[in-house]
């Protein structure tokens, strides 16, 4: 039952239950998921200290740092805690979502000048979407 709102008024962001990736805060408490303000450095380990990750979140991350579990448990059938759910969530994070944390992020695969450009990662069609930063016309529903 939930409206999906894209924007980056604060007024609108401030009347949200749940806001992601805007808003320049991370406050799990009142689900504020944005990873886009210069103190924030948190990695799945430093939220999650038994897993081993240190790649530092995107707002993708952290929503599933704090609802990976839960959703792969419901859609399973199978408790949240038990081991098909633990390594199913550690599989997925280490072979898809950290790899979208990384490149929002700017961090580099690998150390030196690339080969090549990596064009049609998720998060590249993601960034398709957006205007680019010199659009005159910001307005992200203009497709």
């Not at 991370?26 to 790649?55: A, C, G, I, V």
């Not at 700017?106 to 064009?119: D, F, N, S």
């Amino acid at each position: 039952d939930a409206e999906v709102v894209r924007t980056r008024d604060p007024q609108r962001l401030a009347q949200c239950d749940v806001v992601v990736d805007v808003g320049g805060e991370y406050d799990p408490e009142r689900h504020r998921y944005d990873h886009h303000q210069r103190s924030f450095t948190q990695s799945m380990r430093s939220l999650r200290p038994d897993k081993p990750w240190t790649t530092k979140l995107s707002s993708a991350g952290l929503v599933y740092c704090h609802f990976g579990s839960r959703i792969l448990a419901g859609l399973l059938g199978q408790p949240e805690d038990g081991p098909v759910v633990t390594t199913l969530y550690d599989k997925l994070y280490e072979n898809f979502v950290e790899e979208i944390d990384a490149i929002d992020n700017g961090i580099a695969q690998a150390e030196g000048e690339p080969r090549y450009a990596l064009t049609t990662t998720l998060s590249a069609r993601v960034g398709h979407l957006n205007p680019r930063w010199n659009d005159p016309d910001q307005d992200t529903e203009v497709g």
